[in-house]
C-alpha cells in the first residue's frame, strides 16, 4: 500500500530519556514535516524538509531534532531539552517545492507519554 | 510570514441544516488553501484545496469551500449536515512561491459537532 507509516502508535518515556519517532513513506514525494497536536492548540510545525539532507525549523523545534539522509525517511527525535513532550504527534509528506500544488498526506500518529 | 486563523472553537449545527466552518489566511502572495478532516485518534484527511481558477471548490463527502481574495478568507461549506460529519477541521494554507514553499501552516482546529 501507499502511504505514510508513523511508529510505534503509542509511546511511553521516563523523564530525561531521549526518543525517535519513526516515519517513512512510499509515495516518492520531496517534503516531509512533523506536526505536534495539543488540545486546543491545532497542529504546530515542528520541523519540514522539502528535500533530502534538507530541514528547517518550523514553530517549536526547541527540544526536538531531525535527520533526512533518505527521501522516504523523516525521523523525530524527542530530546531531554523539551519541557513537555506528551502531546500527538504527527507525519506528513508532500510533493513539495515552489509552485507545486499538492496537499499533504498524513501517517496515522503517534501518542507520546511521558511517564 | 503565513498565518491562518479558526476564529470558531466549536460550531453546532442540527443535522440536515447548512454549516459554514470559517478560515482566514495572510500570505506575502497569492495562496494554496486546504482543508482537512480529522477523526480522533487519527491522521488528518485532505477535504478539498483552491490552487486558482474558480472560488468555489468542491471536495470530498459534499464539502465546498469558497476563496474570497478581497476578504483573505477560505470558509468551509455544506449545504446539509450529517450527524457523521461531527469531527475536527482543520484549515491550511501554503506561499507556494517562497523560498519556504513547501511549508504548510495549519489553523486550530474548529470542533463540529451535528446534533440529529
Known amino acids: 500500500d501507499g502511504g505514510i507509516t508513523q511508529s510505534p502508535k503509542y509511546l511511553f518515556r521516563k523523564e530525561g530519556q531521549n526518543v525517535t519517532l519513526s516515519c517513512e513513506q512510499n509515495l516518492n514525494h520531496d517534503a516531509m514535516y512533523w506536526y505536534r497536536q495539543d488540545p486546543g492548540q491545532g497542529l504546530r510545525l515542528i520541523y519540514y524538509s522539502q528535500i533530502v539532507n534538507d530541514f528547517q525549523k518550523g514553530d517549536i523545534a526547541e527540544g526536538y531534532s531531525v535527520s533526512r539522509e533518505k527521501k522516504e525517511s523523516f525521523p523525530l527525535t524527542v530530546t531531554s531539552a523539551q519541557k513537555n513532550p506528551t502531546a500527538f504527534y504527527l507525519c506528513?509528506?508532500?510533493?513539495?517545492?515552489?509552485?507545486?500544488?499538492?496537499?499533504?498526506?498524513f501517517g496515522q500518529g503517534t501518542r507520546l507519554t511521558v511517564v | 510570514a503565513q498565518s491562518v486563523a479558526q476564529p470558531e472553537d466549536q460550531v453546532n449545527v442540527a443535522e440536515g441544516n447548512p454549516l459554514t466552518v470559517k478560515c482566514t489566511y495572510s500570505?506575502?502572495?497569492?495562496?494554496?488553501l486546504f482543508w482537512y478532516v480529522q477523526y480522533p485518534n487519527r491522521g488528518l484527511q485532505f477535504l478539498l484545496k483552491?490552487?486558482?481558477?474558480?472560488?468555489l471548490v468542491k471536495g470530498s463527502y459534499g464539502f465546498e469551500a469558497e476563496f474570497n481574495k478581497s476578504q483573505t478568507s477560505f470558509h468551509l461549506k455544506k449545504p446539509s449536515a450529517l450527524v457523521s460529519d461531527s469531527a475536527l477541521y482543520f484549515c491550511a494554507v501554503r506561499d507556494p512561491l517562497s523560498s519556504s514553499a513547501s511549508k504548510i501552516i495549519f489553523g486550530s482546529g474548529t470542533r463540529l459537532s451535528i446534533r440529529p
Open positions: 506528513a509528506s508532500s510533493i513539495g517545492g515552489q509552485g507545486k500544488t499538492t496537499e499533504a498526506f
Open positions: 483552491y490552487i486558482t481558477g474558480d472560488n
Open positions: 500570505v506575502s502572495g497569492n495562496p494554496y
